[in-house]
């Protein structure tokens, strides 16, 4: 069920701060193809949370997947009422945060967003009060193009957006700005200092793989948080977690945000849904999955066998995304996010299963960091950092298992050639990216080969990187056999130290 045509307006590029989204001329008196039928969605898992999560989010997490909730792929966590800031005191408090700083959007137009089109950008951005005045003035414009079906505005708004997505040419143009992807760090965080739930230290916490990442060695957008600034249908379009890493979007202030998501046992279903439905457009971009910008209604989803749940977040509320959850969402009027990358222990099987997924599509995502950094990371700092007898077995077992593969793969290029140069890294703490292999983009962490003929470097799992009679080769590693081995000691010594 693919409705849409290609849209034949063109989308804006850029606007001023001022100009502002007009009314409608008139309201299309019909009405719409969807009805409150057809969002008749299951909910997603509701649990309450107190202080005690934030004191080891982990253990919680721990448990959902203990009990099975990876099956739903997003879980829906309320805290107390108390904690929440009220709307008026949050915006003007990061108002004064920001200082007057301008933010950049997004130019989403909904009735191209069915044809995965890449958005505009507004450069020029906003400031916080600007932002708020376009929010404000669009919302106060904006007339329903269709008989209102439902009394729930909420639910109507639903009716409408995904209207207008798989309908386009029947309604006019709807044109709005998302401020997305806003690094805490760098423009503000949406926490006030000490306040219960902040996500900029939650991944310092026990059964976190990232507590490792010291400050310099931070991942940008995914363990540093980012800032969300939405207004009415602004949206995010259909995508998995970096990685198949789980996430925390914790809503702040404002109004609504309505979030689908396809359980993890259907990614792969909707993963062959979505390269059929784009057949023709992957042809000349085979990279459009990745850029996050297809809109995809959940009716069309379910239509396909793929089964959509859903759920409306509030202020106060947090959403949590656990494993290979592709999911989507938009907002219901002005408010503010915030959200984290987590790695729990069980994050581990997920970074091969991206990886493959990765590989099978011609390396167009690119891996974001090597497994083997962090996990390298985690052994030297073994006596730094805290994990649970369990959690340090599971470790263990998959570093041990990623080590042995690669003095495998040493032992064959040292056998596969004659008179192999090994040399050790000059400096063992060069940055994972130095080093890139030509033949899939993977990182080069622990080890690469070398032909010093015609100067080419890979991962030495390919074992050839050349096409020489006679190739030089040189087998490159940042740590030796015997510091691996050392390594997976370390690991193994805190199984028997940890207590249950």
């Known amino acids: ?217 931070e991942i940008n957008g995914i363990s540093v948080p980012w800032l969300y600034l939405g207004m009415k249908y602004a949206n995010f379009c259909w995508h998995k977690e970096d990685l198949n890493l789980n996430s925390m979007n914790y809503m702040h202030a404002g109004a609504a945000k309505t979030w689908y998501a396809v359980p993890p046992s259907y990614s792969d279903k909707f993963l062959q849904f979505f390269n059929k439905a784009y057949e023709n457009e992957r042809k000349s971009n085979p990279h459009l999955l990745y850029d996050i910008t297809c809109q995809i209604s959940p009716i069309e989803l379910i239509e396909n066998g793929i089964p959509i749940l859903r759920t409306d977040q509030q202020p106060g509320e947090l959403i949590l995304t656990l494993g290979a959850t592709y999911h989507a969402g938009f907002s219901h009027g002005l408010n503010c996010s915030e959200a984290v990358n987590v790695a729990p222990i069980q994050w581990l099987k997920e970074f091969d299963k991206a990886t493959q997924e990765y590989r099978m599509d011609g390396n167009l995502k690119k891996v974001s960091f090597p497994l083997e950094w962090l996990l390298c990371k985690v052994a030297l700092m073994a006596e730094e950092i805290k994990f649970t007898k369990q959690a340090w077995q599971k470790l263990f077992e998959k570093f041990k298992q990623m080590m042995d593969q690669e003095i495998n793969h040493r032992n064959c290029i040292i056998s596969l050639y004659d008179h192999v140069k090994i040399i050790e890294f000059a400096n063992k703490q060069e940055k994972y990216d130095r080093s890139v292999c030509k033949i899939c983009s993977n990182y080069m962490y622990l080890s690469y080969i070398f032909c010093g003929k015609c100067l080419k470097k890979g991962c030495i799992c390919h074992q050839s990187i050349c096409a020489c009679s006679s190739p030089q080769i040189s087998l490159y590693n940042r740590y030796n056999n015997e510091e691996l081995q050392v390594m997976i000691a370390t690991l193994e010594s805190k199984i028997r130290t940890t207590g249950s």
């Open 1 to 217: 069920m693919i409705h849409t045509k290609k849209h034949s307006k063109q989308t804006k590029k850029s606007k001023t701060s001022d100009d502002f989204t007009e009314p409608h001329p008139k309201l299309l008196l019909e009405r719409f193809p969807y009805t409150s039928k057809d969002f008749q969605l299951k909910d997603v898992p509701v649990l309450a949370i107190d202080q005690s999560f934030f004191n080891d989010p982990f253990k919680m997490i721990d448990e959902l997947y203990s009990k099975g909730y990876e099956q739903f792929g997003i879980v829906k966590l309320i805290l107390p009422s108390d904690l929440v800031i009220p709307n008026k005191k949050f915006f003007s408090q990061l108002e004064s945060k920001l200082k007057g700083k301008r933010i950049q959007t997004r130019i989403q137009t909904l009735n191209t967003q069915r044809a995965g089109e890449i958005f505009g950008s507004n450069t020029l951005g906003f400031t916080i009060q600007e932002y708020m005045n376009l929010a404000n003035k669009f919302e106060c414009s904006h007339r329903l193009q269709g008989v209102r079906e439902v009394s729930n505005q909420i639910r109507q708004n639903e009716i409408e957006f995904w209207s207008i997505i798989d309908y386009p040419t029947k309604y006019e143009d709807i044109e709005v700005e998302y401020a997305a992807d806003l690094l805490a760090s760098k423009y503000a965080t949406g926490f006030q200092e000490g306040q219960l739930g902040n996500l900029n230290g939650i991944n310092k916490n026990r059964n976190s793989i990232f507590q490792v990442l010291q400050e310099k060695n």
